[in-house]
């Protein structure tokens, strides 16, 4: 089992910047076997992948967010982060810390593919972004 808790989520004016962060625990986190990412859900929308970061420290970014976003993880891997800068409206949403079980070798394309939801195995409770015009 994998618990992921989420914060640093807050209200923000257009071009202002937030740093989320999650931190992994559980008798079943090992940083090596897990893909990481960040997904956001905004109401009456699936959920959207917005950066991930395989075990090797590989990442991709969705189009929305590249040269905006930074995802990154501490020395241990035990806590995962997203830099985001240059914040506009669009960005409003909740955002979850997710992790998915992977081959240490495995190409973060098939580990944890941004437009594939459902491969993440566990998610956190998610933290609200709020960023006004």
């Known amino acids: 089992q994998v618990t992921l808790v989420e914060s640093g989520g807050g209200s923000v004016q257009s071009g202002g910047s937030l740093r989320l962060s999650c931190v992994a625990s559980g008798s079943g986190y090992s940083p090596e076997k897990y893909c990481m990412g960040w997904f956001r859900r905004t109401p009456g929308k699936d959920s959207e992948g917005v950066a991930v970061?395989?075990?090797?420290?590989?990442?991709e970014y969705a189009d929305s967010v590249k040269g905006r976003f930074t995802i990154s993880q501490d020395h241990d891997k035990t806590t995962l982060y997203l830099q985001m800068d240059n914040l506009e409206p669009q960005d409003t949403a909740t955002y979850y810390c997710?992790?998915?079980?992977?081959?240490?070798?495995?190409?973060?394309?098939?580990?944890?593919?941004?437009?594939?939801?459902?491969?993440?195995?566990?998610w956190g409770e998610g933290t609200l972004v709020t960023v006004s015009s």
């Open positions: 997710t992790a998915a079980r992977s081959h240490p070798e495995a190409p973060i394309s098939l580990a944890c593919p941004l437009t594939i939801p459902t491969n993440m195995d566990y």
């Open positions: 970061i395989a075990s090797d420290g590989s990442t």
